[in-house]
């Protein structure tokens, strides 16, 4: 699986950016998708996931109720809608696909190239 990632770009404090990530390959629907973005200087961090179906989601506490994650299986791609948008968000973000990873990073078995989201204050 190749993962593509896009969407990412500068905005302000407040504001609201969404993210795709399109995947190559028949097997999408067979993956958990993730998204975990790293900022300079620290780990990467898990952010958000969603299950093959699309039925189940998790989402790290500093991004409830501002992201939400979701999936087209028919256009093989994930998304993560972020509202609310705050300076600690700056991060590249990065997609992933993995067939029972969840919120475990290790698990992942396929990384995209990531997207820088820089959040101005």
């Known amino acids: 699986v190749q993962l593509q990632a896009s969407g990412g770009g500068l905005v302000q404090a407040g504001g609201s950016l969404r993210l795709s990530c399109a995947a190559s390959g028949r097997t999408f629907s067979s993956y958990d998708m993730g998204w975990f973005r790293q900022a300079p200087g620290k780990e990467r961090e898990f952010v958000a996931c969603i299950s093959r179906s699309g039925g189940s989601t998790d989402y790290a506490d500093s991004v409830k109720g501002r992201f939400t994650i979701s999936r087209d299986n028919a256009k093989n791609t994930v998304y993560l809608q972020m509202n609310s948008l705050k300076p600690d968000d700056t991060a590249t973000y990065y997609c992933?696909?993995?067939?029972?990873?969840?919120?475990?990073?290790?698990?992942?078995?396929?990384w995209g190239q990531g997207t820088l989201v820089t959040v101005s204050s």
């Open positions: 992933a696909a993995g067939t029972t990873a969840w919120a475990s990073k290790p698990r992942y078995d396929y």
